[in-house]
């Protein structure tokens, strides 16, 4: 018989205890990956790009959402990743909802996908976006200003530096792109790493971003979205959710050409 436990509830602390909820230290110690944890989190980071755009290139119209959603259940299980979120839209939807639970509503022109993947415990997330034939002027519009505020964001992510000063970028990247008010119409990301979102970054936020530190910002502006996963590094982030065959914009910013991606014209 094991001996009984001398722990008492006064004594028990952790990541969701109640009593003693440890969780704010413990983010401090997860925020800064390992070497090792880098290099599996910068792996896991190509596989869930390419299972997701794999999946997004065999869409075709009169698709539903739900069987995108389970063609991206079987590509991730199969390699052994969890896709702990999995949102898709189309069309309509895709304006209405910025954070949507696919539906049976079938495909005409656009859809944007979604997905928080999980393996080992660390958790990468991205979008992508694709449409049936050319995109019309106004989504080009609006794609070439969402992928701009992403770079802003993303450029800003480094060592040191306060996260609600960073999102302030972004929001003014928002209104010189003429969509001042988007960002207050869903949340724009913050820290990822063992969970979807440590928290989400808001103005005045004035904790720093750590060294080796994973992000995923994820501006939207009605109709469209940009988010992948990034590393904080003092010269220059780590874009791990990146694939060379995905249509990109190229953006200029902060002396250097950044690379996003577009919405992928099937």
Same mark, same amino acid.
């Given at each position: ?48 790009? $390419?299972?997701?755009? &794999?999946?997004?290139? =065999?869409?075709?119209? /009169?698709?539903?959402? !739900? +069987? ?112 001042? $008010?988007?960002?207050? &119409?869903?949340?724009? =990301?913050?820290?990822? /790493?063992?969970?979807? !979102? +440590? ?68």
């Amino acid at each position: 018989r094991p001996p009984r436990s001398t722990l008492s509830p006064s004594s028990a602390a952790s990541d969701v205890y109640k009593r003693q909820n440890l969780d704010s230290d413990l983010y401090t110690l997860r925020s800064a990956l390992t070497p090792e944890e880098v290099e599996r989190y910068y792996i896991l980071g190509r596989e869930c790009a $390419e299972s997701l755009e &794999k999946v997004l290139r =065999g869409v075709e119209e /009169g698709i539903s959402e !739900r +069987e995108v959603a389970g063609r991206i259940n079987e590509v991730f299980l199969s390699r052994g990743i969890y896709p702990i979120v999995n949102l898709v839209a189309c069309d309509e939807r895709i304006k209405k909802f910025r954070h949507p639970i696919p539906t049976d509503k079938k495909l005409r022109k656009y859809l944007m996908a979604v997905v928080c993947g999980r393996r080992g415990g660390l958790i990468v997330a991205l979008t992508r976006l694709v449409s049936l034939g050319e995109l019309d002027e106004e989504m080009k519009k609006k794609h070439s200003a969402v992928v701009y505020v992403d770079t802003v964001l993303i450029a800003s992510t480094l060592p040191g530096e306060e996260m609600g000063k960073i999102l302030d970028k972004g929001i003014k990247a928002y209104k010189e792109k003429g969509y001042g $008010e988007e960002w207050r &119409k869903h949340h724009q =990301g913050g820290p990822i /790493g063992y969970l979807t !979102r +440590e928290f989400k970054v808001i103005p005045g936020e004035t904790r720093k971003v750590n060294f080796r530190q994973p992000f995923a910002w994820n501006p939207s502006i009605e109709g469209t979205k940009s988010e992948d996963t990034i590393i904080s590094y003092p010269e220059s982030p780590l874009i791990i959710t990146y694939t060379p065959s995905w249509p990109k914009i190229k953006v200029e910013y902060a002396g250097r050409v950044w690379e996003r991606p577009d919405i992928l014209c099937l």
